[in-house]
Each structure stands twice: as structure tokens, then as C-alpha cells.
């Protein structure tokens, strides 16, 4: 029963902004970490962003102060402001969750895509 599931995604101008929100149920969402992670065609899927249960982050050097990972655990939601987009930043995103003994979840993901 457990699940994410993502929103948000769509075509954006370079430079714009898109916020991408992922509904996460059937675990006790505040006790773990949560990731966002983004695969263009033809590459390999890449850790964008981390917050863990105590709200710290981890941000790849390609996001740094463009992108913010946070997360509500009344709503049970992790998001991913993205500011300031660029052409590069066209991917697939997923959201992803490590469980421990529990395993692994991964969303079905959202299709982000900056162009003019």
C-alpha cells in the first residue's frame, strides 16, 4: 500500500519556474528521508535533491541555489520549488524513498521540459 505519487510537471519557458509536489502514503511518512531524482533520455537517473526526517537537505551542484526541497508531514507531501530554469533541466523527475527493512518506493514520475 505504500505510495508517491507526483504532480506538477509541464513545459516551461527558460528561466521560469515549476513547483512538482509528491503525495506519499502508507508508511509513517515523517520518519524518513525523502529524494527527488531526474533522468533525461539517454542518461542516468541522478539524485536532484534530499531531505531527511530532520529537515536537513542534500542538492546536486547543478541545482544548487535554483531548486528548494521541502516537506509537510501533516500533508504527508515533499515538494521541489525549481526557480530560474534552464534547457538542461528537461527531464523525467521521480520521487523516491528508502524504507530500510522496508524497501524501496519510486513514483511513476513527471515529465518537466524547458524550452522556448
Same mark, same amino acid.
Given at each position: 500500500?505504500?505510495?508517491?505519487?507526483?504532480?506538477?510537471?509541464?513545459?516551461?519557458?527558460?528561466?521560469?519556474?515549476?513547483?512538482?509536489?509528491?503525495?506519499?502514503?502508507?508508511?509513517?511518512?515523517?520518519?524518513?528521508?525523502?529524494?527527488?531524482?531526474?533522468?533525461?533520455?539517454?542518461?542516468?537517473?541522478?539524485?536532484?535533491?534530499?531531505?531527511?526526517?530532520?529537515?536537513?537537505?542534500?542538492?546536486?551542484?547543478?541545482?544548487?541555489?535554483?531548486? #528548494?526541497?521541502?516537506?509537510?508531514?501533516?500533508?504527508?507531501?515533499?515538494?521541489?520549488?525549481?526557480?530560474?530554469?534552464?534547457?538542461?533541466? #528537461?527531464?523525467?523527475?521521480?520521487?523516491?524513498?528508502?524504507?530500510?527493512?522496508?524497501?524501496?518506493?519510486?513514483?511513476?514520475?513527471?515529465?518537466? #521540459?524547458?524550452?522556448?
Amino acid at each position: 500500500q505504500v505510495q508517491l505519487v507526483e504532480s506538477g510537471g509541464g513545459l516551461v519557458q527558460p528561466g521560469g519556474s515549476l513547483t512538482l509536489s509528491c503525495a506519499a502514503s502508507g508508511f509513517t511518512f515523517s520518519s524518513y528521508a525523502m529524494s527527488w531524482y531526474r533522468q533525461a533520455p539517454g542518461k542516468q537517473r541522478d539524485l536532484v535533491a534530499l531531505i531527511d526526517s530532520y529537515g536537513r537537505t542534500v542538492y546536486a551542484d547543478s541545482v544548487k541555489g535554483r531548486f #528548494t526541497i521541502s516537506r509537510d508531514n501533516v500533508k504527508n507531501t515533499v515538494y521541489l520549488q525549481m526557480n530560474s530554469l534552464k534547457p538542461e533541466d #528537461t527531464a523525467v523527475y521521480y520521487c523516491y524513498c528508502n524504507l530500510g527493512l522496508g524497501g524501496v518506493r519510486w513514483g511513476q514520475g513527471t515529465q518537466v #521540459t524547458v524550452s522556448s
